[in-house]
């Protein structure tokens, strides 16, 4: 693919990030792409996806240098933009990143030459009773140790408006949409619907909808089912809830998932991908759904999504499974498929070493 505008999105504060965001530098201007530094501190403040594209040329590839979080800062700007997005891995759990710092400059190469994979991945989408915003009294409280918060989200403009769907918000969230308490001593009491059927009444100290990438983030944490990257599905998860039923629901996609703020409920702060965006009172609502854009990000390699679960979670075998016997290989399909399982995406080791999809 022709590449050239480049937004880079570093976490500063790892030294090898740093580095890292010279070598892209260095590759950029050998090979004459404009390279424009994604800085969303740069003034104090915060911007919108939006105004941060607009400043940097409205670029067709981000590179994030970080960790997942870094990740998704950046996934917020390309899928504003409709550009790819490339994570380099120099986190700790590493669930969306994709290569090395080692790797950086080859996989610039593979993008430019047209050695990739498009993994299209969804986002959420959100319509809300009233905009969102923090109150003032609240900011400081609200952003205590997170850095300045995101400006309110603006109102798709294009959408329309009633009563019962509410305004659509310019948000998208790549991990999850989350309505949690705001004080400790008190629970959010919220009424779930699914399909616009009251599914159940929560009090909680959240409640979260994630979609299969972000199942192994928050949604894992809080108890929530593992969900390839490749289904089609929202994940609903509530947090410590005060009820019998604690389970998860899978949903489809086309099936869109409502918080109300019920009447004796305190208020309830509103997080999109870890970043507080506005707080709910009473009566107040959300409805999340799988949004109608997708995130591109870069794929140079096949996704081993369940070896790199294993890997990450530090996944063990059973001591009874393995007392009298060996492990199981950790590939145990060496041949391709037969002709009546040709599509089906196996991980496959054609040379004693490197598994192939």
Not at 81 to 104: I, K, Q, W
Not at 172 to 186: G, I, P, S
Not at 196 to 203: I, K, P
Request: negative net charge; hydrophobic residues 45%; proline residues 8%.
């Amino acid at each position: 693919m022709t590449v050239s505008r480049i937004g880079l999105v570093v976490h500063g504060g790892r030294p090898e990030a740093v580095a890292a965001a010279g070598v892209v530098r260095a590759w950029c201007e050998e090979h004459a792409v404009r390279c424009t530094d994604i800085d969303v501190w740069d003034d104090g403040g915060r911007r919108t996806a939006r105004e941060e594209v607009e400043a940097a040329g409205d670029p067709d590839l981000i590179v994030t240098l970080g960790g997942d979080g870094t990740f998704l800062r950046g996934a917020r700007l390309a899928a504003q933009n409709d550009a790819l997005v490339l994570g380099v891995d120099l986190g700790r759990v590493g669930f969306l990143t994709e290569v090395s710092a080692d790797g950086v400059r080859a996989a610039l190469d593979d993008v430019r030459e047209d050695r990739l994979r498009i993994d299209s991945r969804m986002l959420l989408a959100l319509r809300a009773s009233r905009r969102l915003e923090v109150p003032p009294p609240m900011e400081d409280w609200v952003c205590y140790g997170r850095g300045p918060l995101l400006p309110p989200p603006p109102v798709r403009g294009e959408c329309e408006v009633d009563d019962d769907w509410g305004i659509a918000l310019d948000v998208t969230a790549l991990n999850d949409v989350v309505l949690e308490k705001l004080a400790r001593d008190r629970q959010v009491s919220v009424g779930v619907y699914v399909s616009g059927r009251l599914l159940a009444s929560y009090s909680a100290d959240a409640l979260l909808v994630a979609t299969p990438t972000g199942s192994t983030a928050y949604s894992f944490a809080a108890g929530g089912p593992v969900v390839s990257p490749r289904a089609e599905a929202l994940v609903f998860t509530p947090v410590a809830p005060h009820m019998a039923f604690n389970r998860s629901v899978v949903t489809a996609p086309d099936e869109p998932v409502g918080l109300r703020v019920l009447e004796r409920s305190g208020p309830a702060a509103v997080s999109i991908d870890g970043q507080v965006r506005g707080v709910l009172n009473p009566g107040d609502w959300i409805g999340v759904y799988a949004a109608p854009r997708r995130l591109r990000a870069v794929r140079l390699g096949p996704m081993d999504f369940y070896g790199r679960l294993r890997e990450r979670m530090n996944l063990t075998d059973a001591p009874a499974a393995v007392a009298d016997g060996s492990p199981a290989p950790l590939w145990s399909v060496t041949t391709p498929p037969p002709g009546d399982l040709a599509h089906l995406a196996l991980l496959t080791v054609t040379d004693g070493s490197s598994p192939l999809l």
